[in-house]
Every structure is written in C-alpha cells, then in structure tokens.
C-alpha cells in the first residue's frame, strides 16, 4: 500500500515500516491524525527500551494469553492505530484465543467507526463489533462511552491496546480483566490495567498469539497458577527500569533475577 520504498538493509527497518504504516491509516480514514502523535511517543518509548521485548513484557504477555483463554467473554478493542499497524495479528489472535473484535476509538465518528471495520473485514476477520454502538460505558462523556451491548460492555476480559487513561479507568471500574498494551509504563492507561504489558504492539500480539498457541490444551488450574503469579506492579517497576538505564542495562538487571 505504502508507495515508499524502505530497504530491508535499513537499520531502523522495523520502525519505518510502522511509520509508513499509520501515515498509510491517516490516508485510507481509518487513523486519525491524533494517531501521528501516539506513534511518535511509543517511537520515543520503544527506542529507549531498545526495541524488543523484555523478559518482564513476555511474562506480562503469557498472563495476557492464559487471562484471554480463562475469559468467559473476551474482547478485543481495535482503534485507528491497531488497525493500521497490525490487523492480521488481532484477528488470529481473537481466532486463537476465542474473542471477539471491536472498533472503539478514542475520537468517535460513526465513518471511521465503518471504515476500521471494513478494514478488518477486507484482512479476514468475520463479525466485527463496535458499529451498533447500543451500550455506554458509565462514567464518559458520551461519544467515548459508547460501545456494543453484546461486546466490550458483556465483556469479562478485555484486551486495550493504546487505550486512552480515563477510558481503560472506567471500564476497570465496571470491573472488567483489562490487559493493556502500551509502551509508555507511566502512562495511566497501563497503572489502570490488571496487565500491564510495555512493548510494541507489533511484537506484542505475535507473542501473545505464541504464548496462546502453547497454553491452548493447558489444564485450567496452569493457567489460574500463571494469572495468580503474575505481579503488575513489578511489571511496570522492570519496565520504567529498563527505559531509565537504557535497553541493554535493562536486560542484565532482568537477566540478573
Ligand atoms: P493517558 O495518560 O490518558 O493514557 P497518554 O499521554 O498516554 O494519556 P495516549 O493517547 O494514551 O496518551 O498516548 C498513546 C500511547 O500509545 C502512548 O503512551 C504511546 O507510548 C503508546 N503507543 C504508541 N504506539 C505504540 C505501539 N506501536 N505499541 C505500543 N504502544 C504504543
Ligand atoms: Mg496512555
């Protein structure tokens, strides 16, 4: 889609393709322009972790799969970002894990709503929820409360990648299992989140499909042993250490445990 050429030589290969790829969502309608502003900010995050996946973000990310495969009800939440960046991995990962998709975005218009939707759909996906938009979320002004009756708000478990704070506060206040992947371990969407996974989400949803894939025919009481050991607190502690010592002195103190 994108008509710029960025050679696989290139050293910083990975996150041009990703920047080529929202610039791409901004074009097709389907990420706002708010959405040039998120991705610069993960870049900044993403690049002081040193662009991979700590051990603490892959213990953070097999929670997330054993949280999404003891759900009774879970939910995927896909904004302009995800869908731009990596609509293959949500959709097999709700086919992996047995969840559901939904559009819901932080700036509400019923055309971006569809064409997410139709976007997903155009990648393979079956239904796609979010466009009947019968149910609110209390607590939220209301385009930003609304969600789907039979969707996020029946939803016992949901997966937030890039939510906004007060939205991941609310609907933790509903009393949802919210699973929060977000690069900036400060932002309060992640301290709001039951998971708070601190990593890019191109190499996140991989890594949870995997983890899902490997604990699939696991007995319920491994995965209730892998969500009772997870710790939030140290996951978010590890993940500010990493940025602040920088990527490799990250890795030995996490090596180091
Ligand atoms: P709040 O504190 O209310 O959450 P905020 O300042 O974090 O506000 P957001 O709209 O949540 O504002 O910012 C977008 C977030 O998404 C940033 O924290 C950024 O690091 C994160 N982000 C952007 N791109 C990615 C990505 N590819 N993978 C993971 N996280 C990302
Ligand atoms: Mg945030």
Not at 156 to 162: A, G, Q, Y
Request: net charge negative; proline share 5%.
């Amino acid at each position: 889609m994108s008509d710029v050429e960025v050679p696989e030589s290139h050293p910083r290969y990975e996150q041009l393709l990703t920047r080529h790829r929202i610039e791409d969502g901004v074009e097709q309608g389907i990420t706002s322009p708010q959405g040039l502003i998120a991705e610069g900010r993960g870049e900044a995050f993403d690049y002081l972790l040193g662009e991979r996946t700590t051990e603490s973000a892959d213990r953070a990310e097999r929670a997330a799969a054993a949280h999404l495969l003891l759900a009774d009800h879970p939910v995927i939440s896909v904004n302009g970002n995800v869908a731009a960046l990596c609509p293959e991995a949500v959709i097999e990962l709700a086919e992996v894990v047995g969840a559901d998709l939904e559009v819901n975005i932080f700036n509400r218009t019923d055309e971006r709503v569809h064409a997410i939707a139709d976007h997903l759909r155009d990648h393979g996906a079956g239904e796609v929820k979010g466009e009947t938009a019968d149910a609110r979320i209390p607590g939220l002004d209301s385009e930003r409360a609304k969600v789907d009756a039979d969707g996020i708000y029946d939803a016992d478990v949901v997966l937030v990648p890039l939510e906004d704070g007060d939205r991941a506060e609310a609907l933790g206040a509903m009393g949802k299992t919210e699973i929060v992947i977000d690069l900036n371990p400060l932002s309060r969407s992640p301290r709001m989140a039951a998971v708070p996974i601190v990593d890019n989400i191109m190499r996140a949803v991989p890594n949870i499909i995997d983890h899902a894939r490997d604990l699939r025919d696991a007995p319920r009481e491994e995965l209730e042993r892998i969500v009772a050991e997870f710790d939030r607190e140290a996951a978010l502690a590890d993940a500010e250490r990493a940025i602040r010592e920088g990527g490799s002195a990250g890795e030995s103190m996490l090596d180091g445990e």
